[in-house]
T-cell receptor
Framework: AQSVAQPEDQVNVAEGNPLTVKCTYS??????LFWYVQYPNRGLQFLLK??????LVKGSYGFEAEFNKSQTSFHLKKPSALVSDSALYFC??????????????FGKGTKLSVKP | IAGITQAPTSQILAAGRRMTLRCTQD?????MYWYRQDLGLGLRLIHY???????GKGEVPDGYSVSRANTDDFPLTLASAVPSQTSVYFC???????????FGPGTRLTVL
């Protein structure tokens, strides 16, 4: 079965420090991987995705993620965190539940808190 | 309209009542989805539609129904609401070219 794990419920970093939000996945075949961000009382916003090609993917707001096939990981990173990055982050893998063209299977989310 | 809209923004509903959550997209995406978000569980797929005229069941379909009469609209109906359906509901759409799903702002539903 396809699944996504985000091992940390919360990540705390100081502003200006690098941040990493962890994600591991389990799929059969080649994974399509995504990161979304959710600000309070808002919908999910797309950050970046890995479909194929370069293992390092760059996305919105200075975020990037590294696909590691051997470790089945897709960790989200940013070199220098901002207070405004504080939000809930979701990792997802594309599934095919039933006959779905491509529903997303989400991790449980990681709350990122960046302190000044 | 730009992107995906959902209505209402929030609703308090008595148990046993019928409720339809509305979702409209203007991106001409073929596929649409309904998810519910619950604390500690992430988002779970309720129903999906690969294209207008077709629908399918997701991970947690019980108590919900959907229809897809045209490309733009994908309403979700709770025939007889129960308290366990208290959640935040998100509609999403995607196209096969970008393989990216775009989400609406959500509907916060409370069933008492």
């Amino acid at each position: 079965a396809q699944s996504v794990a985000q091992p940390e419920d919360q990540v705390n970093v100081a502003e200006g420090n690098p941040l990493t939000v962890k994600c591991t996945y389990s799929v059969s075949g080649n994974p399509y991987l995504f990161w979304y961000v959710q600000y309070p009382n808002r919908g999910l916003q797309f950050l970046l995705k890995y479909i194929t090609g370069d293992n390092l993917v760059k996305g919105s707001y200075g975020f990037e993620a590294e696909f590691n096939k051997s470790q089945t990981s897709f960790h989200l990173k940013k070199p220098s965190a901002l207070v405004s990055d504080s939000a809930l982050y979701f990792c997802a893998v594309r599934g095919n539940y039933g006959g779905s063209q491509g529903n997303l299977i989400f991790g449980k989310g990681t709350k990122l808190s960046v302190k000044p | 309209i730009a992107g995906i809209t959902q209505a209402p923004t929030s609703q308090i509903l008595a148990a046993g009542r019928r409720m339809t959550l509305r979702c409209t997209q203007d991106m001409r995406h073929n596929a649409m989805y309904w998810y519910r978000q619950d604390l500690g569980l992430g988002l779970r797929l309720i129903h999906y539609s690969n294209t207008a005229g077709t629908t399918g069941k997701g991970e947690v379909p019980d108590g919900y129904s959907v229809s897809r009469a045209n490309t733009d609209d994908f309403p979700l109906t709770l025939a007889s609401a129960v308290p366990s359906q208290t959640s935040v509901y998100f509609c999403a759409s995607s196209d096969s070219v970008t393989d990216t799903q775009y989400f609406g702002p959500g509907t916060r539903l409370t069933v008492l």
